[in-house]
């Protein structure tokens, strides 16, 4: 069964590129840059690793975010990256960037989105994984901040396709970001946030109501509320959902626990996506796995949320009609 899952060609929605820097790709650009970690092993880094929540992850993950500094290293970050997930049979990525997190220490806007742009034109070269560049402004820092950033992104903003909304939810609700939204509405952005992982379902409405996003990363809260599920189905919102992260992350304590599976089986399209898989243990093709095992998805099902993979992503008709086509041979030879 492994490798046929393998083989289901699969998009990437909810992927942060700066979590998947693997320890040990950590210590070799700390080196480069002559940065010193706080620790002092692989088997150190990745025993922090047990977190209680999104905030004690995230203050291990701009800790690590530090010793990315030149435009080689967010190519060699978002190189990495699509190295691995071409052996999960990943065929498209949407890749989320936090652009705040880099320029707040001096690091130049064009180092980062020049050298994960590179990496992803080569990556489609070498492994055949189409992309798009989805900018993210951190929702724990003002809205004043993210319109200063959105400033500075704008000369790169052929590169960019859509914009999103990630970091610390609670306390954050996305109304709070709905004058910069509106703007890049204007501009030709697409719009995508994530809300309800830890915060409410009202936070969903207002993502989806006030920020007129697309698709809804992560989302698994909305099964809270009845109206909200029925206009999720009606409209054909897409979820970014992320089942290791949300475990790791105690969204759930176990995943056999986790609103997935009923979410998908009410209708909802739900995608399988890692999020930060360098510290949640685990690429796409594990967490495919892992809902299998855990929450009785079959074959056809994990083949269904593979089209609403490619369905939800920006890609054109013509390259989702492609996909969903190579989809549907993959499970027409497993079936037989």
């Known amino acids: 069964m492994l490798e046929e899952l393998r083989k289901i060609p699969k998009a990437e929605l909810h992927i942060h590129i700066e979590g998947s820097l693997e320890p040990e790709l950590l210590f070799s650009i700390a080196e480069r840059n002559k940065i010193e970690l706080p620790y002092k092993s692989i088997d150190e880094v990745r025993q922090l690793y047990q977190f209680h929540n999104l905030q004690s992850f995230l203050d291990i993950y701009y800790q690590a975010t530090n010793v990315l500094k030149l435009k080689k290293d967010f190519y060699e970050l978002t190189y990495s990256y699509l190295e691995r997930v071409h052996r999960d049979g990943v065929c498209h990525v949407e ?47 003002s809205e004043e901040d993210a319109l200063e950033i959105l400033e500075q992104s704008l000369p790169y903003k052929h590169l960019i396709k859509a914009v999103g909304l990630d970091s610390s939810e609670q306390g954050n609700p996305p109304s709070k970001f709905k004058t910069v939204f509106s703007k890049c509405k204007d501009l030709g952005f697409l719009t995508v946030a994530h ?3 830890e915060g409410p379902p009202e936070y969903i409405w207002e993502a989806l109501n006030l920020l007129n996003v697309s698709r809804i990363d992560h989302g698994v809260r909305s099964i809270e509320d009845k109206k909200l599920i029925e206009q999720i189905i009606e409209n054909k919102i897409p979820l970014t959902v992320c089942p290791l992260s949300n475990i790791k992350l105690k969204v759930y304590e176990d995943l056999k626990q986790h609103h997935i ?23 796409i093709l594990e967490n495919y796995i892992q809902c299998k095992n855990s929450l009785g998805f079959t074959f056809k099902d994990l083949c269904k949320i593979s089209k609403y993979s ?7 008709q013509v390259e989702k009609d492609r996909l969903l086509t190579e989809i549907d041979e993959v499970e027409s030879s497993y079936l037989i």
Not at 95 to 101: E, H, R, V, W
Request: proline share 2%; hydrophobic share 40%; no cysteine.
């Open 261 to 283: 599976k009923e979410l998908f089986d009410l209708g909802v399209r739900v995608t399988i996506n890692s999020d930060d898989p360098a510290y949640f243990g685990g690429y």
């Open 310 to 316: 490619i369905e939800a992503s920006f890609l054109s």
């Open 195 to 197: 809300a309800g992982e």
């Open 95 to 141: 890749i989320f960037f936090d652009p705040q997190s880099h320029t707040s220490r001096g690091v130049l806007f064009s180092d980062v989105i020049e050298g994960i742009h590179e990496a992803l034109e080569q990556g489609k070269k070498d492994f055949n994984i189409s992309y798009f560049i989805i900018m993210s402004f951190l929702r724990h820092l």
